[in-house]
T-cell receptor, first 114, second 115 residues
Framework: AQTVTQSQPEMSVQEAETVTLSCTYDTSESDYYLFWYKQPPSRQMILVIRQEAYKQQNATENRFSVNFQKAAKSFSLKISDSQLGDAAMYFC???????????FGAGTILRVKS | DAMVIQNPRYQVTQFGKPVTLSCSQT?????MYWYQQKSSQAPKLLFH???????NEADTPDNFQSRRPNTSFCFLDIRSPGLGDAAMYLCATSSAGRDLNTEAFFGQGTRLTVV
């Protein structure tokens, strides 16, 4: 079974600075998808960024980018120019390309200081 | 334009009294999920439907059941809620078999309180 590990329960960043959230995963599959989801307090979970395992190029979405290291099974999220609205719980998630289960890590609380 | 709608947002139920949570979607996705999320923890998958095929997680208690009468709707039934079932319940949808829509779309959740 696949597992996702987020080793940072909590992170803090100063507004306008850069922060990196870590994620590792364990799988025997070669084809899969990785996601970072954001869950603001009492609000809906939304997708931040997605990476297909067969793509070597790291995904980017505006201020959000990932460092995908397939061999190391590592998938970190970098948030540049942090904003107060980035404060949330961030979940790393895994989905097999040929399955439907979405497996989440334990989450990292990100606090943004003004 | 809500795409995954959960009702109600807040539900209070009595210990042992059956309760049903509902989820509807306008995305026409063939996969629907139910997750249980306790405070500041990762969502825990209870079960999911792939079309009408029901897939239960091995550690989901028998107390939790689900129904999917059609593509748009899915229900979570808790037959005899205990205090430990108090949590946020998240419904999500996704497409299977099509790379363009691999992400899951979540509803706003239903917060269940058991008294």
């Amino acid at each position: 079974a696949q597992t996702v590990t987020q080793s940072q329960p909590e992170m803090s960043v100063q507004e306008a600075e850069t922060v990196t959230l870590s994620c590792t995963y364990d799988t025997s599959e070669s084809d899969y998808y990785l996601f970072w989801y954001k869950q603001p307090p009492s609000r809906q979970m939304i997708l931040v960024i997605r990476q297909e395992a067969y793509k070597q190029q790291n995904a980017t979405e505006n201020r959000f980018s990932v460092n995908f290291q397939k061999a190391a099974k590592s998938f970190s999220l970098k948030i540049s120019d942090s904003q107060l609205g980035d404060a949330a719980m961030y979940f790393c998630a895994y989905r097999s390309r040929y399955g439907n289960k979405l497996v989440f890590g334990a989450g990292t609380i990100l606090r943004v200081k003004s | 334009d809500a795409m995954v709608i959960q009702n109600p947002r807040y539900q209070v139920t009595q210990f042992g009294k059956p309760v049903t949570l509902s989820c509807s979607q306008t995305l026409n996705h063939n996969v629907m999920y139910w997750y249980q999320q306790k405070s500041s923890q990762a969502p825990k998958l209870l079960f999911h439907y792939y079309d009408k095929d029901f897939n239960n997680e091995a550690d989901t208690p028998d107390n939790f059941q689900s129904r999917r009468p059609n593509t748009s709707f899915c229900f979570l039934d808790i037959r005899s809620p205990g205090l430990g079932d108090a949590a946020m319940y998240l419904c999500a949808t996704s497409s299977a078999g099509r790379d363009l829509n691999t992400e899951a779309f979540f509803g706003q959740g239903t917060r269940l309180t058991v008294v």
